[in-house]
């Protein structure tokens, strides 16, 4: 099971894997906090917008080959300008849940799955937004009513991130980098590298699946993403990292399931 915020974060962060997965026979489910109705888009924030994100969500699960997609149905908390928790955030804001309550309700969707393994964000969530902070309080929690036996943090590790992202910004120098300078995790606490080049297609159709998020003002993190020509792509976007919290410092794995060596 797939946790994450917002439609599109799938696309970025754990599409590759997602697609891997499925191809390898498991049941892949992805579940979003919210309908993500206060992101950036030309569509004015609210009710359609997040009609028109959801829509998108489900042509992206597809693409991967997932077997369900839930909505819990939370508000977008939206992102402060400048960064941390909007003051006009909607009243069921994701960030202002019931801990507890949030946790519940997706143990029992992991309980009903008999899910072997969620993924979260990192502590940080990410880039710092509100929403994803919460997805890794209230994934961790889940797990753990559900007894779910792997949880992994999805993340990106930082380094040939901001290496990728510099050569990126060469032609398209008005690309902001500065907040991808603290983001996500160093390279040393990264447990799992997957290589997913091989599910790159399947990747890049679910990040063009989310048409609200990627056109628009050209500097749009999703909208310069897709710019990247093919080859290049399958070297930025070839890995998916997760950390594993508790393995030894060094971990190296190469795919989700794989047993971490004892001792
Ligand atoms: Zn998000």
Known sequence: MFFHAHPDDEALLTAGTMAMLAAQGHR??????????????????????GEARIAELYKSAAALGCAR????????????????IAEDR????????????????????L???EADLLTVYDPAGGYGHPDHVQVNRVGGRAAEIAGTPVVLEATVNRDP???????????????DIRAFERAY???????????????????????????????GADTRTLGVMLKVPGPLYR????TEWYVQRGLPPGTRLRHPFEVPPKG
């Open 161 to 175: 991130l901001l290496r990728g992202l510099k050569l990126v910004r060469r032609f398209y120098p008005q690309l």
């Open 90 to 109: 909607p009243p069921d804001a994701f960030i202002d849940a019931d801990c507890e309550e949030a946790a519940r309700r997706l143990a029992g969707i």
């Open 235 to 238: 070297l930025i976007f070839g």
């Open 69 to 84: 997609v839930v909505n819990l149905g939370y508000g977008d908390s939206g992102l402060a300008p400048g960064g941390g």
């Open 111 to 113: 309980a009903e799955e």
């Open 28 to 49: 892949v489910v992805l579940v979003v906090a919210t309908s993500g109705e206060r992101g950036q888009a030309d569509l004015a924030p609210g009710e359609a917008l």
């Open 185 to 215: 995790s160093p390279g040393e606490e990264i447990t799992h590298r997957v290589n997913v080049r091989r599910f790159a297609r399947q990747k890049r159709a679910s990040m063009a699946a989310h048409a609200t998020q990627a056109t």
